[in-house]
């Protein structure tokens, strides 16, 4: 019911003795039984509640009952069309005993429901008497959001966002690491946010008013990689019409993110050895040393000490490159973050395409947060992208939001699509090979990758 803000007990009727001797006894006789009483007005203005009522629900100010129907009993904000209220304000005279019960069940719980004459005869309040328990609220569920913080806590850094244990522990090292000029190596699955995390420790370091330059190392074929890295003269190869700076003396004074860092090749790895370690660089086709100042971090998701071990990359450089390492957990080991990430990338989703703001129902909710998230934040936040442009109304609800299948079988079944186009590539790339008769360079042609797409698929199957 619409009303009016919250008031005292009786405050409306005051000046009426016989309405504020019934107020009276009402909150005698209430005042200590465990039922559900209230008192409204014309209105829909709640003018008495007992201690029952209005204690499990969202409490008025100073120790005032709540104002509306709506905040003590759980009912629509609008009147509902069968509350016995609505007959006995419209009845005349005043009927005598309690309104005719409905067979149908009412959200806010009202078994019985009472007239309350004034002096001048007329019904100006009714007395609700409430089955026990506090009522449902399904027309607006709360959403299940994490619970409050404890003192001293907190729930994001810079743009990344977590409150879990794991997440915790990362803020702390990464304030510890962030104004330093040591190298970092972050280490997680794909899409666990590793170039937000990267941004962040160059913003909250003293380099953050020079540039933060991201270089993709699996995007590239090698010769382009170096070229776009150091820079090139003129001349050097078809198409180098001009001298041209690369991203290590673009990043200068600031950071340089190397993303995929397990993609690049041995050859290139040495050249980078020397940026980490002397702080120089030679452009490609140059003899020149230009010398840097950037730090670098970089990213990658996969176990560097294990392609160490296999001569896959190159000790030396993961040495220097993993002087402060950073582990960053996957979104199935920190599940209590997930409403906190639902929140903010529906909120972000509405207003980048212009939608008001949307609630989630809670069993949406409950469902992203056992989904498995293979592809971590990255996939959540398309997931929710896809619900906010795909679906209509107040609420995200309803299974066809897209969210992933927890069942063991539907994994098993990825896992053996995965393992046949892996036995697929396997069995191609040997083909190629031996149709170039083991030369590298045709090989590579003849599977339409880039050598360094090939040299990295040798490594991750050995092949020899």
Partial sequence: MAGSLAQPPAAKNRTDPVLRARLETISQLAGGVTDRVAVVDRDGTVVYANEAARGPLRPGGAGRPPATCDDVLGCPRERCAACPSLTLFASSPVPSGSAPRSDARLPCGLSQAFPLASARGETALVLLVLDPGPPPRPTEPAPAWPAPLPPGGRESLGGVLGRSPAMHQLFEMMDLVADSTATVLLQGESGTGKELVAKTLHDLSARRDHPFVVVDCGA????????????????????????????????????????????????????????????????????????VDVRIISATNKDLPALVRAHAFRQDLYYRLAVLPLQLPPLRERREDIPLLVRHFVAAACHRHRQPPRLISPDVLHAWTMAPWPGNVRELQHAIERAVVTTRGPQLTGPELGTRDADPGDRDLRSVSRQAVTHAEQARIRQALHQAEGNRVKTAKLLNISRASLYNKLRTYQIH
């Fill in 220 to 291: 590239l074929p090698e010769t382009l990689l170096e070229s776009e890295l150091f820079g090139h003269l003129k001349g050097t190869f078809t198409g180098a019409i001009a001298n041209k700076r690369g991203l290590c003396e673009a990043a200068d004074g600031g950071t340089l993110f190397l993303d995929e860092i397990a993609e690049t090749t041995p050859a290139f790895q040495a050249k980078l050895l020397r940026v980490v370690q002397e702080g120089e660089l030679k452009r490609v086709g140059g003899t020149h040393p230009i010398k």
